[in-house]
């Protein structure tokens, strides 16, 4: 079973950057596509970013489209999420996901998740 293991996140002001890192417990992480999601408060989980197991593949939400990028270095299991020109709107729980199928936005697919790392942006 694979583990994963959020960090990175953190209090950001409005239009500043954090750097999300995804690292898992097994080596097999690379043959798996990886998705972050995120959850704000009193709001449904919404998709993020993917990228297939070779990184040559990536998708993102329209809303963080050109802001975030998601790469991926396997030789240290790691899946990074590189946020920039924050906004309020980006305040969530964010978690990264392990998919053997390919990059999709479609959680349900995703067959195992980390716990989270909480991302506040605000002045």
């Known amino acids: 079973q694979v583990q994963l293991a959020e960090s990175g996140g953190g209090l950001v002001q409005p239009g500043g950057s954090l750097r999300l890192s995804c690292v898992a417990s097994?080596?097999?992480?690379?043959?798996?596509?990886v998705g972050w999601f995120r959850q704000a408060p009193g709001k449904e989980r919404e998709f993020v970013a993917s990228i297939s197991w070779s990184g040559g593949t990536t998708y993102y939400a329209d809303s963080v489209k050109g802001r975030f990028i998601i790469s991926r270095d396997n030789a240290k299991n790691t899946v990074f999420l590189q946020m920039a020109s924050l906004k309020p709107e980006d305040t969530a729980v964010y978690y990264c996901?392990?998919?053997?199928?390919?990059?999709?936005?479609?959680?349900?697919?995703?067959?195992?998740w980390g716990q989270g790392t909480q991302v506040t942006v605000s002045s």
């Open positions: 996901a392990a998919d053997r199928l390919g990059p999709t936005k479609d959680a349900a697919t995703h067959d195992y």
């Open positions: 097994e080596r097999v992480f690379s043959n798996y596509a």
